[in-house]
């Protein structure tokens, strides 16, 4: 059983920016797909980013592209989320994941962090 503890959110003005951090615990880190699913208010969970075991691949949803990187650290079982250019509509809880592969992190992860909250103000 794998646990996700994340943190680094909070309150940010329109184009700044935020690093997420996700610490894993309960299982082979390195062995596990991680990525970032975020849910706004009144609205359903969306996939962010993911990125495989090897750090190699990553995969990352249209509206974060460009502005958004994934990273992990496999000696620190740690993934990270590195936010530029922040957006009001960007405002959301921000949730850890993990699963086997970057497919199943994107189609339905079986793990899952508490979350943190992100809000960016205009």
């Known amino acids: 059983q794998v646990q996700l503890v994340e943190s680094g959110g909070g309150l940010v003005q329109a184009g700044g920016s935020l690093r997420l951090s996700c610490a894993a615990s309960g299982g082979t880190f390195s062995m596990y797909a991680m990525g970032w699913f975020r849910q706004a208010p009144g609205k359903e969970r969306e996939f962010v980013a993911t990125?495989?075991?090897?750090?190699?691949?990553?995969y990352y949803a249209d509206s974060v592209k460009g502005r958004f990187t994934i990273s992990r650290d496999n000696a620190k079982n740690t993934v990270y989320l590195q936010m530029n250019s922040l957006k009001p509509e960007d405002t959301a809880v921000y949730y850890c994941?993990?699963?086997?592969?970057?497919?199943?992190?994107?189609?339905?992860?079986?793990?899952w962090g508490q979350g943190t909250q992100v809000t960016v103000s205009s």
């Open positions: 994941v993990a699963g086997s592969r970057t497919t199943d992190v994107r189609s339905g992860p079986p793990y």
């Open positions: 990125i495989a075991w090897s750090g190699i691949i990553t």
